[in-house]
């Protein structure tokens, strides 16, 4: 089992939908996690970190299931501009994290 | 501030040639990263340095691949002799603390023909 896997998508929705994707991780010790989003021939940048509580940042939701060992990212109200690859990221041991392939998500018009 | 600085930003090589990468980390970031990311393996940590000091290099392929930082202001990357499975996006990243937001530069993008 990889240490960090996301489904790789694409996910294809209309504007305005609702979508989630979800990433599994094996290190039952992880304590902290993040989404990066990463735009077409960019770097990736930090969209939100995942705490035991959750987060929220306008529509955007991430959450932590330590029992099933995965976080997941969900996105209310849709936007064109929402298109990107989303990595979700995860520690490997002490002092390591992985990066998730990626899951790529297109909102359509 | 500038952010992560890398240099060149695009690369093209013949195999066997010796490629360097650049990084220039954000001030006062004492972790430094070196990933490699392709369409088939994706975003892989090749190396890491705390306070200029390698922490992990794990992820560096083979001997092929080796990485400095002389200073909290420099990194390289060397891949002497290259080859064309090297081709991929380089990125650099840095962070203030381990657990905090990693900052990427914006990718060295390496062909090795």
């Known amino acids: 089992r990889k240490e960090v896997e996301q489904d790789p998508g694409p996910f294809n929705v209309p504007e305005g939908a609702t979508v989630a994707f979800n990433c599994t991780y094996s290190n039952s010790a992880s304590q902290s996690f993040f989404w990066y989003r990463q735009d077409c021939r960019k770097e990736p940048k930090l969209l939100m970190s995942?705490?035991?509580s959750g987060n929220e940042d306008g529509r955007f939701t991430a959450q932590l299931n330590r029992a099933s060992q995965y976080i997941s990212l969900l996105i209310r109200d849709s936007k064109l501009s929402d298109s990107a690859t989303y990595l979700c990221?995860?520690?490997?041991?002490?002092?390591?994290?992985?990066f998730g392939t990626g899951t790529r998500l297109k909102v359509l018009a | 501030d500038a952010g992560v600085i890398q240099s060149p930003r695009h690369e093209v090589t013949e195999m066997g040639q010796e490629v360097t990468l650049r990084c220039k980390p954000i001030?006062?970031?004492?972790?430094l990263f070196w990933y490699r990311q392709t369409m088939m393996r994706g975003l892989e940590l090749l190396i890491y340095?705390?306070?200029?000091?390698?922490?992990?290099d794990s992820g560096m392929p083979e001997d092929r691949f080796s990485a400095k930082m002389p200073n909290a202001s420099f990194s390289t990357l060397k891949i002497q002799p290259s080859e064309p499975r090297d081709s991929a996006v380089y990125f650099c990243a840095s962070t203030e603390d381990f657990t905090d937001t990693q900052y990427f530069g914006p990718g060295t993008r390496l062909t090795v023909l």
């Open positions: 990221v995860a520690p490997s041991g002490t002092y390591k994290y992985i």
């Open positions: 001030s006062g970031h004492d972790y």
């Open positions: 995942v705490y035991s």
């Open positions: 340095f705390n306070n200029n000091v390698p922490i992990d």
